[in-house]
């Protein structure tokens, strides 16, 4: 059943869980994920980005998880992930997402709050949840310094500040994930996810967390974040087993003898995930 992310993260903030918000761009995908969630009894957020939008088409994506939504009982929320301007959030607004991030992390503050607010009075207008970013993610290496640290991670006072004068229902910080494919190990920034979790009291969401290792997701998820988004591992996941098959069978031609398996592969790891952040059997 599709609703809004408001309604699946104000829960999983009140009970200290998160839920997995996965990124698919084709069927298979999707079907993966939603089986998984049902079999789990677990609420999940199936994401776009903008890379998937303009791959797959707005409308092909909004008719497949309308349709497939409506034939799971879990709460299934549709979620637009790094809308890039105010343009993008808007069509998939009037398209059919029951959540959106505008992610204006690039820009100054003032400019991040402007942007979140124009969304969050459009999307609130219309029943449908905001998720924005402070601070900033990418290329995060072991030996990152503390200078560097400050000026990237999200600064505690600033994200006060920033859900006080945007409005968004819910906030990705920077403590320390990247995207993508880490090349040394990540550290993440759990004193600061403790404070800025104190200040907000509201749902935090952690980026980049394909590669983080088991102990450093449950202490994330124990300290207050309540959505994790993977997309990489779901992609490897895919990717590896279509090789697999390929490299074994050589004459096949038929393609669902060869993607069939990888679904299989990414609605294992997508129950996995689920269960590590704790939302199995809070549906
Ligand atoms: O955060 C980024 C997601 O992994 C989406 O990546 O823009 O290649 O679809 P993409
Ligand atoms: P990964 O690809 O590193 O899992 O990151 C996913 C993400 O943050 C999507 O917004
Ligand atoms: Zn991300």
Same mark, same amino acid.
């Given at each position: 059943?599709?609703?809004?992310?408001?309604?699946?993260?104000?829960?999983?903030?009140?009970?200290?869980?998160?839920?997995?918000?996965?990124?698919?761009?084709n069927?298979?995908?999707?079907?993966?994920?939603?089986?998984?969630?049902?079999?789990?009894?677990?609420?999940?957020?199936?994401?776009?980005?903008?890379?998937?939008?303009?791959?797959?088409?707005?409308?092909?994506?909004?008719?497949?998880?309308?349709?497939? *939504? #409506?034939? !799971? %009982? &879990?709460?299934?929320? /549709?979620?637009?992930?790094? @809308?890039?301007?105010?343009?993008?959030? =808007?069509?998939?607004?009037?398209?059919?997402?029951?959540?959106?991030?505008?992610?204006?992390?690039?820009?100054?503050?003032?400019?991040?709050?402007?942007v979140?607010?124009?969304?969050?009075?459009?999307?609130? *207008? #219309?029943? !449908? %949840? &905001?998720?924005?970013? /402070?601070?900033?993610?990418? @290329?995060?290496?072991?030996?990152?310094? =503390?200078?560097?640290?400050?000026?990237?991670?999200?600064?505690?006072?600033?994200?006060?500040?920033?859900?006080?004068?945007?409005?968004?229902?819910?906030?990705?910080?920077?403590?320390?994930?990247?995207?993508?494919?880490?090349?040394?190990?990540?550290?993440?920034?759990?004193?600061?996810?403790?404070?800025?979790?104190?200040?907000?009291?509201?749902?935090?969401?952690?980026?980049?967390?394909?590669?983080?290792?088991?102990?450093?997701?449950?202490?994330?998820?124990?300290?207050?974040?309540?959505?994790?988004?993977?997309?990489?591992?779901?992609?490897?996941?895919y990717?590896?087993?279509?090789?697999a098959?390929?490299?074994?069978?050589?004459?096949?031609?038929d393609?669902?003898?060869?993607?069939?398996?990888?679904?299989?592969?990414?609605?294992?790891?997508?129950?996995?995930?689920?269960r590590?952040?704790?939302?199995?059997?809070?549906?």
């Open positions: 059943m599709l609703v809004t992310g408001k309604e699946i993260l104000d829960h999983a903030h009140k009970n200290g869980y998160a839920v997995g918000a996965f990124n698919f761009v069927m298979e995908m999707l079907q993966a994920i939603l089986s998984a969630a049902e079999e789990e009894k677990a609420p999940v957020f199936v994401q776009t980005s903008e890379g998937a939008l303009s791959y797959a088409g707005v409308g092909m994506l909004s008719a497949m998880v309308h349709q497939l *939504a #409506s034939e !799971v %009982s &879990v709460p299934v929320a /549709l979620h637009l992930d790094h @809308g890039g301007s105010f343009e993008t959030a =808007v069509k998939c607004i009037r398209n059919g997402w029951s959540s959106v991030m505008i992610d204006g992390s690039h820009h100054p503050l003032e400019g991040n709050i402007e979140s607010r124009r969304v969050v009075d459009v999307a609130h *207008a #219309s029943g !449908v %949840s &905001v998720e924005a970013e /402070l601070g900033r993610l990418g @290329g995060i290496e072991d030996n990152i310094c =503390v200078d560097e640290k400050d000026a990237m991670y999200t600064n505690p006072a600033e994200a006060k500040q920033f859900v006080t004068e945007s409005g968004v229902d819910y906030l990705a910080i920077a403590i320390g994930t990247a995207h993508g494919k880490y090349k040394g190990v990540p550290k993440l920034d759990f004193d600061r996810l403790s404070t800025i979790k104190q200040d907000l009291n509201m749902p935090l969401v952690l980026h980049g967390a394909s590669g983080v290792d088991e102990e450093s997701i449950k202490k994330a998820v124990s300290l207050g974040i309540n959505k994790i988004n993977i997309d990489t591992e779901l992609r490897c996941a990717t590896d087993r279509l090789r098959y390929l490299a074994e069978d050589t004459e096949v031609y393609l669902r003898k060869y993607i069939g398996p990888s679904r299989e592969d990414v609605k294992a790891k997508v129950i996995e995930k689920i590590l952040f704790g939302s199995n059997g809070k549906a």
